[in-house]
């Protein structure tokens, strides 16, 4: 793992903010909606503030001599996928935990709060203080994605806030030409990373362009107004097969109105679709399937970081056409953190960028986010590529 060294009051005031941005976005919901879990993909909010807490706890808090859990029954509760720390609460079944209450949650993290801070002054504990908070940060994001989820699946279309999105002007959609070469990916070494960030390597790319900006809804219209869904010339195979199965016709959240017209489900409930805002909540194989009929295809996680900083990003993660292996020379995080990232490399894509959802600071161009193909329910959008 690498991270800045920080002294202990700049880690601890570190520490706070983050861990009040939490709390910071739960406030807008009540215990009921804290507690919901719409499918076995998203977790509950309650979860997510939980699990971030026994991540301190278990992984840091557990090592230090004389600390005492505040509850030893959590640790089964709330372990996500760490198969070293023994058996946990079934993932499709956290909508279940009714006990402990929002309130208890809430002791419990002030409880390690005032543990942690303690313990930001011993230099041996930093950089596993460092992980917890950007681990914090990743589920900072899932709250936001997974309550949005939860709320769709309400006939109500709740809003989780009041503001209202900003209509996008549209932007001609531009290329990029790159000229390709021996190019270096990976984290520089400058600050924190994980551990799929490394090690940094030279790949070679051949020349290509790259869309200065993603794909917005307009675009995204065009290619189902043009039988996109109906059209199995565009799909990879298990793709097709998705959305026959699951009878997909647009994003995840599109809604019909009934005067025709089209809405999308937002954080800030039903709104009119703009169709200068970017395509938000594709999977990889409809993003696949667009970059097809558009006659282009998506880039290799390779050529999107080559290409970052030469355009924008952060409003949707970015499908790639790579799958989320490891880098040669990978290894992982050493101790409890090595189930971190590396179990999980087979049967992923990767997504780069950063969106809306995801926290200030928390992105960098050598951030790896993956999911499986069909995942919709995050900020996920398209941006093409070309071979020149």
Partial sequence: MKSAVLPSPALAQTYASVRAHSEALAAP????????????????????????????????????????????????LFNS???????????PRRGLLTRPTLDEVFAWRAHVDAAIVEACGDDTLRDAITLGLHHEQQHQELILTDIKHAFFCNPLLPAYRSDRPTARAAQPLDGISIPGGATWIGHDGSGFCFDNELPRHQVLLRPFRIAARPVSNGEYQAFIADGGYRRPEFWLSDGWARIQEEHWEAPLYWLKD???SESVFTLSGAQPLDPGAPVEHVSFYEAAAYAAWAGARLPTEFEWEAAAPLFQHGDV??????????????????GIAAEYNGKFMVGQMVLRGGSVGTPPGHVRDSYRNFFPPHARWQFSGIRLAEDV
């Avoid at 977790?43 to 004389?66: C, N």
């Avoid at 996928?81 to 993932?91: F, I, K, Q, T, W």
């Fill in 29 to 76: 919901l009540s215990a009921e909606d804290c507690t919901i879990q719409s499918m076995p993909d998203a977790s509950p909010v309650k979860w997510h503030l939980a699990h971030t807490t026994w991540f301190f706890e278990t992984v840091i808090l557990s090592q230090r001599p004389g600390y005492k859990p505040f509850d030893p029954r959590f640790t089964y």
């Fill in 81 to 91: 996928y760490y198969e070293a720390l023994g058996p946990r609460h079934p993932r």
């Fill in 258 to 260: 009934d005067d025709g």
């Fill in 317 to 334: 993660w970015e499908w790639t056409r790579s799958s989320y292996d490891p880098y040669p020379g990978f290894k992982a995080f050493e």
